[in-house]
């Protein structure tokens, strides 16, 4: 019998080698690494010349781990070898001239940046897996998930109330439906922004990823106004501005709860995902103007009513009035719309630039 030397095809990864000797039914295969880290094959099998024994040896360019796998098959010998660091190898041999046996195997051939994507995929998928792993481990996903959902569905159904009751008296009435929007809403709103105190708990709760604070800013500051502004004057409740105030936070929450109910089923509907994190950028100043006009429209009729007011001892005078805590208010408001308008501004853009990089 002659010895022969079988075709050998190679391609690499970061962390490994990949022979693949043309070699079909071999049998008696001895394959074993060298002390100078050169593999040695031998083997009976039917090759290009016929059936026949064949060997080969490869010196490697950098070291590689002794540990050897190998299958035959009917086709051929697959071999998979480590290397002894992740490293990117400029060819395969020490010796620089490639021998006449070896050429690129074409089917696993990849080049450096492909096998870093390739790598990069296989350390996401695995990063992925761990995470959902993790969050499986929580026994009351479910049940937390199911009370998001049931949360942002009842605020969704109150707002959507308020801002189609708005909207239907608008077309019907024109402008005198400005002035009986509190009679005909506040009661759904007293529920809404009442429920809505669950939005400063849930993120105590690690619930949802929102920030204590500028949720605090919002419900707070909402709450301020329905109940000490609107709901504690009688003279301010048939007033317009309270239908801008009223419509400009129903317009966003029609989007923002709905977003919400489709995150906790992970689920994701573009335009929506849009919306939510785009309204707010004209919605929100208009808002807080709003918000401010009813403030100073206020002023003058704590002042008269002196409602709130705290009781002063008689050397400085009656009493403090309520107007003073409204006007520190004011300047409260605006640092408050720069702190959400600033959360708001990186919440966009953390939700696009994520989104852009799994696009990728
Ligand atoms: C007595 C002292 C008072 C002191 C007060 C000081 C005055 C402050 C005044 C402030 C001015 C207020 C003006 C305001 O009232 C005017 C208006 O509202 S005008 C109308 C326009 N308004 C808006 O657009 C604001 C709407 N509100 C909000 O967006 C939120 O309330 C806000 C807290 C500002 C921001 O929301 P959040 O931080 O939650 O951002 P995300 O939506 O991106 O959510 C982050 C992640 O958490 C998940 N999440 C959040 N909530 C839920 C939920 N309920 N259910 C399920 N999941 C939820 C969300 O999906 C995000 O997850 P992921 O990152 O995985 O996508």
Redesign the pocket.
Known sequence: MQILTPHVYWAQRHGEIYLRVDLSDAKNLDISLQENNTLQFRAQGHGAKGDNEYKFSLEFLEPVRPEIKHKSTQRQVDIKIKKQEDRWWDRLTLQGKKPLFLAPDFDRWLDESDAEMELQAKEEKINKISVESRVRKDPYLGLKKGY??M??LV?FLGFSWIFVNMTVRLFILGQDSFYDTFHTTADMMYFCQMMAVL?VI??LLG?????FF????????????LFVVFGSLEDMQNKPVVFFVFY??S???IF??P???L??ISTEWKLLTWL??S??IP??P???V??AVAVIQSLPIFDETRLFSLPLPALLGHSLSFSYTLQL?LV??F???F??FR??YK?RR??YRSRKHKVQ
Do not use: D, S
């Open positions: 998001l959902f949360y942002n605020q939005e849930n993120p619930l949802v990823k929102t920030g500028p949720a605090m800013l919002q419900v707070a500051g909402r709450n301020v106004i400009l936070w317009t966003i929450e923002r709860y977003f919400y109910m995150a906790c939510r994190y309204l707010w919605l929100y208009l808002g807080v709003a918000e208010y409260l408001m640092l408050g719309l702190v959400n959360h708001l919440q953390r939700r």
